[in-house]
C-alpha cells in the first residue's frame, strides 16, 4: 500500500522551515505531506489527512470575541484553515492540529479561545524554550492516552492562546499543572486530535512520533475505505450496450 498522503498548512513566514520537520515525522510514521497554505493550492481530493500547523494567533472575529491585545493576525489563513477543518470533518478526513491548528480545530467546531492565557493562568510557569520544559497531564481513558500514554510527559508549548470554551463534540486530552487545556480531541470519529505543543520538533522522543502515527494510521483507513467506496460504485455501473 502506499504512503497515505497528508496536506500540512504552514505559516507564510515560517513555513520554510516548519514544513520539512513536519514532512520528516510523517516520512517515519508512514506518510508523505504536502505544503498548503493560503494562496497554495489546496485539494481535499488528494489527500487522506490533513495537518493545521502552527503560527499566528487566530482572530477573535471567527468566534464572535474582540480583539483584546496585541496580536499577529493573519485573516486570509484564518479563512483558509477554517474552511479547511470544517470540510474535513464534514467528509471524515483525518485531522491534526499542531498549537494553532488545535485551536482552529475547536474554533472550527464552535469552541472559543483565551486570548491570554497566561494573564488568565499565572505568569509564573510561561517558557519561552523549543525544548520540552512544559509538563503536561495526559487526560485518561482518552485517545490521546492511547497514542502517548497515561504517564505526564515534558513538552514544548509556546503559545500565548488556549483554549476557553469547548468546541462540539471535543474533550480535553491533556492539560498542564495550571490547568491550561494542552490538548483535545474528538470524541467520535473522523480521527481529529489537535496539540497545543510542537511535536514536530520533538521526532526522537516515540511518544511524539506516536501521535503522527495515529494520524497516518488513520489516513491510510480512510484512503483504503475511499478506494473501497470507488470500487463498489464502479462495480454498480450497468456497462452501455453495445450497437448492433
Known sequence: MSRPRIGVTTS?????????????NLWLTGGRGTRWGAGRPADLDSVDGIIIGGGDDISPELYGGRLELAAQLNPERDAFERELAEQALKRNIPVLGICRGAQMLNVALGGTLDQDAWQTYGMEDKIKTILPRR???????????RIAGETPMRV??????????????????ARDRAGM???????CDPFALGVQWHPEHLFYAHRQRRIFRALVTAAGAYAEQREQSGAVMADTVTPARAGP
Open 12 to 24: 507564510r513566514k515560517s513555513g520554510w522551515r516548519i514544513f520539512p520537520l513536519v514532512n520528516l
Open 135 to 145: 509538563p503536561v497531564l495526559i487526560e485518561p481513558e482518552t485517545h490521546l492516552a
Open 156 to 173: 514544548n508549548a509556546l503559545h500565548t492562546q488556549a483554549v476557553d470554551r469547548l468546541g462540539e463534540g471535543l474533550r480535553i486530552g
Open 181 to 187: 487545556v494542552q490538548a483535545v480531541e474528538r470524541t
